[in-house]
């Protein structure tokens, strides 16, 4: 079955930064573009970035643009969120999610917290 | 990349239908067919309920259902249940290749 396991997460200081990663198994995970999403304590989903099935194409909310950096490592099943200078506001659940084609998300992992605290 | 504009609750009784709405922009809702809704429990992770405006996953009830006229899109629930009671989110494809969210709808089985 799929499965997407995200960890990386923790506490840290503004202007740090975190790498988080998302096993994935169960699937061809180079066969799928993948995504993060995050949604910070009480607030809705917030759609963050997307990298294609190769890794040869990525796009960024604005919100995060020049700071966040996604890739992946289709030998290893894997998919990273590196998050340079962090703010406050980067603090949320991070969700690693599956593209299932024509833009849906049709499965996630268990979410990997990230606090952004002084 | 505004978030997409849904109402911030809808409430029913048991066995009636809801609708909520999401609108968007010709940039995104307007311009593609590729709206999902998915629904989230508190602490846990979203679900796609519906995909391209109107499809159903595997496993789904069929008492889920989507649309889509100009640039708003809807999920109506029929038949409502008390596990039901959840947050909604529409999404959609946009034309800057990214995905855009709604703010979210708390539905509320009374």
């Given at each position: 079955q799929v499965q997407l396991v995200e960890s990386g997460g923790g506490v840290v200081q503004p202007g740090r930064s975190l790498r988080l990663s998302c096993a994935a198994s169960?699937?061809?995970?180079?066969s799928f573009n993948m995504h993060w999403v995050r949604q910070a304590p009480g607030k809705g989903l917030e759609w963050v970035t997307v990298i294609s099935y190769d890794g040869s194409n990525e796009h960024y909310a604005d919100s995060v643009k020049g700071r966040f950096t996604i890739s992946r490592d289709n030998s290893k099943s894997t998919m990273f969120l590196q998050m340079n200078s962090l703010r406050d506001e980067d603090t949320a659940v991070y969700w690693c999610a599956r593209e299932?084609?024509?833009?849906?998300?049709?499965f996630w992992g268990q979410g990997s917290l990230v606090t952004v605290s002084s | 990349q505004s978030a997409l504009t849904q109402p911030a609750s809808v409430s029913g009784s048991p066995g009636q239908s809801i609708t909520i709405s999401c609108t968007g922009t010709s940039s995104d809702v307007g311009g593609y067919n590729y709206v999902s809704w998915y629904q989230q429990h508190p602490g846990m992770a979203p679900k796609l309920?519906?995909?391209?405006v109107n499809n159903r996953p595997s496993?789904?009830?069929?008492?889920f259902s989507g649309s889509k006229s100009g640039k708003m899109a809807s999920l109506t629930i029929s038949g409502l249940q008390a596990e039901d009671e959840a947050d909604y989110y529409c999404s959609s494809y946009t034309s800057s290749g990214t995905l855009v969210f709604g703010g979210g709808t708390k539905v509320t089985v009374l």
């Open positions: 169960g699937f061809t995970f180079s299932g084609g024509k833009s849906l998300l049709d | 309920m519906i995909y391209t496993g789904v009830s069929n008492r």
